[in-house]
Structures are given as structure tokens and as C-alpha cells.
């Protein structure tokens, strides 16, 4: 046999003995098992070409094909953006911008009677943003309140708060009361009064 006869897949009928799988046709002593590379493509085709071009039966110089690009699933797009969307406005809301003060005032009784309780009430205009107001009241007699807290919703663009302040006894007394807002950022504001009995 010649080395222009050889192909890997062509066998002498003498490598087979015994059982075996039937071959899908007979040429004298030679058995072809599929298609195979047989020594006439391998001579037409030169040197050049694989194993798996003349497989697949890919002319010599053809350049080889690009693998099909996966299909995007466009169908969902729609929805995904609309989703996208809705989450960054619900982001945006929460942690966007929060309140801005544009005002505080403090508005007091004109003058308190004996044994009177005080309603000194301040009030704050906001830009009408959600959040929350961080506050507490200072007193002339040298006392303070705890910090306190006041959220507002979207769109209410005043907060009123009150200090309930009373007084015992006769006597006349100056009081001032100072509002100090801490957040979102630092407003004060006071009023002053005057207690009178006896």
C-alpha cells in the first residue's frame, strides 16, 4: 500500500476478525466506517485543511464561521427599564434631597397672669420635603429641654411647636424662651414675655 492509498479511516478488511459491527458498505479489501478522510480529499485538498474541515466538508481557504451571536431577550426590556425606573424615583425619595428650613419664629403670649401656663409656640417653614426636624427649647431661668424630633410629611410646609411653660407664685419675671433647631441645620429663634402677679 502506498502512501497515497493511506486514510485513518480507511482499514484492511484484515484488521477485523471475529463479530464486529457491520460496515455500511464493502470495496473489496477495504472497509469505510462514515464518511471519513479519504486519500482522494487529502489529495485535493493539499496539506493545508484539518482533519475536521474535510470532516464537516469545509472548502480549502474558507474562512472559518463565526459562531451565531446570542439573542438578547428583548421582550423583558420594557419591563426591566420601568422597573429601573420606578426603584431609582423610590431611592430618590427616600434618600434624595431632604427638608430645608426657610423660617423660624417664636410667638408668645403678651403677658401672663398668676399662676399661669405659658404657650410659647415655634413655628417653622420648610420647603415642603419630606423629613425630619431635630429641636429643643432653652428657657431663662436656666433649664433645657431633651432633644426633640418632629417628621414632616411631603408637602407640609409648616411644623408648630410648643413649649408649655408655667409659673407659681407672685411676683414679676422676664422670661425668654429661645428655640434652637439642630437639623438639618442650625436656626434659632426666641420670644420674651412677661409674668406679673400680686
Same mark, same amino acid.
Given at each position: 500500500?502506498?502512501?497515497?492509498?493511506?486514510?485513518?479511516?480507511?482499514?484492511?478488511?484484515?484488521?477485523?476478525?471475529? =463479530?464486529?459491527?457491520?460496515?455500511?458498505?464493502?470495496?473489496?479489501?477495504?472497509?469505510?466506517?462514515?464518511?471519513?478522510?479519504?486519500?482522494?480529499?487529502?489529495?485535493?485538498?493539499?496539506?493545508?485543511?484539518?482533519?475536521?474541515?474535510?470532516?464537516? +466538508?469545509?472548502?480549502?481557504?474558507?474562512?472559518?464561521?463565526?459562531?451565531?451571536? =446570542?439573542?438578547?431577550? $428583548?421582550?423583558?426590556? @420594557?419591563?426591566? *427599564?420601568? *422597573?429601573?425606573?420606578?426603584?431609582?424615583?423610590?431611592?430618590?425619595?427616600?434618600?434624595?434631597?431632604?427638608?430645608?428650613? $426657610?423660617?423660624?419664629?417664636?410667638?408668645?403670649?403678651?403677658?401672663?397672669?398668676?399662676? +399661669?401656663?405659658?404657650?410659647?409656640?415655634?413655628?417653622?417653614?420648610?420647603?415642603?420635603?419630606? +423629613?425630619?426636624?431635630?429641636?429643643?427649647?432653652?428657657?431663662?431661668?436656666?433649664?433645657?429641654?431633651?432633644?426633640?424630633?418632629?417628621?414632616?410629611?411631603?408637602?407640609?410646609?409648616?411644623?408648630?411647636?410648643?413649649? *408649655?411653660?408655667?409659673?407659681?407664685?407672685?411676683?414679676?419675671?422676664?422670661?425668654?424662651? $429661645? @428655640?434652637?433647631?439642630?437639623?438639618?441645620?442650625?436656626?434659632?429663634?426666641?420670644?420674651?414675655?412677661?409674668? $406679673?402677679? +400680686?
Amino acid at each position: 500500500m502506498s502512501d497515497d492509498d493511506y486514510s485513518a479511516t480507511e482499514l484492511g478488511s484484515h484488521w477485523f476478525e471475529g =463479530p464486529g459491527p457491520e460496515p455500511d458498505r464493502r470495496e473489496g479489501e477495504v472497509l469505510r466506517f462514515g464518511p471519513g478522510v479519504t486519500a482522494a480529499a487529502a489529495r485535493r485538498a493539499g496539506n493545508t485543511p484539518t482533519a475536521v474541515e474535510i470532516w464537516h +466538508g469545509t472548502p480549502p481557504g474558507t474562512p472559518p464561521s463565526r459562531p451565531p451571536r =446570542p439573542r438578547r431577550p $428583548r421582550r423583558h426590556a @420594557l419591563a426591566a *427599564l420601568v *422597573l429601573v425606573a420606578v426603584l431609582a424615583f423610590l431611592a430618590w425619595r427616600e434618600y434624595g434631597p431632604r427638608v430645608a428650613v $426657610r423660617d423660624v419664629a417664636v410667638t408668645v403670649p403678651g403677658a401672663l397672669g398668676c399662676d +399661669g401656663t405659658a404657650d410659647v409656640v415655634g413655628v417653622v417653614r420648610t420647603d415642603g420635603r419630606p +423629613g425630619t426636624l431635630t429641636y429643643h427649647w432653652e428657657r431663662s431661668d436656666g433649664t433645657r429641654s431633651a432633644p426633640l424630633r418632629e417628621t414632616l410629611a411631603r408637602g407640609q410646609e409648616e411644623a408648630r411647636l410648643h413649649l *408649655l411653660w408655667t409659673f407659681h407664685g407672685p411676683g414679676v419675671h422676664r422670661a425668654v424662651a $429661645r @428655640l434652637v433647631i439642630t437639623s438639618p441645620a442650625a436656626r434659632t429663634a426666641e420670644g420674651t414675655f412677661t409674668y $406679673r402677679c +400680686g
